[in-house]
């Protein structure tokens, strides 16, 4: 069993900030990707940045230069420094990890974001 449990979610006013995290537990096994998805209201699930075992980052368009993603894959956590938060950032957003012996990804909970005055 794989238990992914992120935190950090909440209510921030727009251009504020947020930090996520995302942990990762359970059974064994080498992970070689973390990332960040995140969902709006009535609209599909949708990328928003990741993290190689090689420290490689990757970022979709509408968060680069505000989001910023860290974390250590060896120790299976990874983190989401969101900076100049939008109304349209907001959502429920999912930590996922891909382990590097089959390519099998795994979803966590969820933490809610709201961004709002």
């Known amino acids: 069993q794989v238990q992914l449990v992120e935190s950090g979610g909440g209510l921030v006013q727009p251009g504020g900030s947020l930090r996520l995290s995302c942990a990762a537990s359970g059974t064994m096994f080498s992970i070689n990707w973390m990332g960040w998805y995140r969902q709006a209201p009535g609209k599909r699930r949708e990328f928003v940045a990741s993290?190689?075992?090689?420290?490689?980052?990757n970022y979709d368009e509408s968060v680069r230069g505000r989001f910023t993603i860290s974390g250590d894959i060896a120790k299976r956590t990874a983190f989401l420094q969101m900076n100049s938060l939008k109304h349209e950032d907001a959502g429920v957003y999912y930590c996922r990890i891909i382990r590097s012996d089959s390519s099998v990804g795994y979803w966590g909970q969820g933490t809610q974001v709201t961004v709002s005055s």
């Open positions: 993290i190689t075992s090689s420290s490689s980052t």
